[in-house]
């Protein structure tokens, strides 16, 4: 059995739609928050628990009888997420969970200068310490908030930054597709192996294929672009010159507090791109190519679409 968290964001909602390609419906389970949202599971015989990590009475339930548990990060900015974390973390154990899946993210360090990276890294030091088989499903950073933080540069023809690092900025379908072939792969499905060539299966409590996923698991594009040359593609697509200007990390909160953005949430947004500079975002890994069988979605296709 498969139990998937947070199946009506699009993240893992995308991992199911992809799951049902693979696995048996009779096979897979969705806990969430408001069962009457994932009615569309329930009608292809995908079976609804709610489970909430505000809410720990309702976890146990609903993790009742995983092998596989796909844990989704928690999403709001302003909540502990790792105290949420750790509520799902020891129901899993209470449950007697075969395997975590936790979607962490490529950046997850203790340093980062953004917060949920720091997040990641603390929950998957409560999953190394926890006693349970588990995966930390590094994706890199989801490719659609770059159309958010290059800002209107269709009509400005700048893209205006705090701070410029490469990011290797990783299409969130991509990422939702490999989750599923690994979950199919634990579960004895078939499909790739750690290597991303079809190799042993496992019952998802361990073998080879298993162990080729205990730990961090890195799931990214191919390239990792700075900001400066996001705006030089940008300016190939097109075909007039679009230019990416730095400038301090207080004049770029001043100019988003007065368009219209909270405080909290400017600084909380400078973190990406302060963390960009550390060079948390700019590992690449061929995995996600190997899992998906293709090469995954790139910076130029999204620009592309935008231009």
């Known amino acids: 059995m498969i139990v998937i968290t947070g199946a009506t ?6 991992t199911v739609d992809h799951l049902l390609a693979r696995v048996p419906a009779a096979e897979i389970v969705v806990a969430v928050r408001e069962p009457a949202r994932a009615r569309r599971f329930a009608d292809l015989g995908v079976r609804v628990r709610r489970g909430d990590y505000a809410d ?5 339930r609903a993790f ?3 092998d596989q548990l796909l844990l989704v990060s928690a999403s709001d900015p302003g909540a502990d997420a790792v105290a949420l974390h750790r509520t799902a973390i020891d ?14 993210h490529q950046g997850a360090h203790p340093d980062s200068a953004f917060k949920p990276a720091r997040d990641h890294a603390a929950t998957e030091r409560l999953l190394a310490d926890s006693g349970l088989a588990w995966t930390a ?32 900025w990783t299409a969130r379908e991509d990422a939702a597709e490999a989750a599923a072939v690994i979950l199919a792969t634990l579960g004895g499905h078939g499909g790739p192996g750690a290597d991303g060539h079809d190799g042993p299966t496992t019952d998802g409590h361990g073998g080879p294929a298993a162990r080729g996923y205990d730990g961090p698991v890195t799931l990214t594009a191919a390239a990792a672009p700075t900001f400066h040359q996001v705006a030089d593609l940008a300016a190939e697509l097109s075909g007039r010159p679009v230019r990416c200007v730095t400038v301090g990390p207080e004049e770029w909160v001043a100019t988003q507090v007065a368009s219209g953005t909270p405080e909290f949430m400017a600084r909380f947004t400078l973190g990406i791109y ?3 500079a550390q060079g948390h975002f700019a590992g690449t890994d061929p995995l996600l190519s190997a899992l998906l069988a293709r090469e995954p979605r790139t910076v130029r296709d999204l620009l592309a679409d935008a231009a």
Request: avoid cysteine; aromatic fraction near 6%.
């Open 64 to 66: 009742e009888g995983a």
């Open 91 to 104: 129901a899993a154990v209470a449950a007697g969970v075969g395997r975590v899946l936790y979607t962490s």
């Open 274 to 276: 302060q963390a960009a």
């Open 137 to 168: 499903l590094r994706n890199g950073f989801y490719a659609h908030s770059l159309t958010h933080l290059a800002g209107p540069w269709r009509e400005t023809g700048t893209l205006t930054v705090p701070a410029d690092g490469p990011v290797s």
């Open 9 to 14: 964001g699009a993240l893992n909602g995308a």
């Open 56 to 60: 720990p009475a309702s976890l146990p």
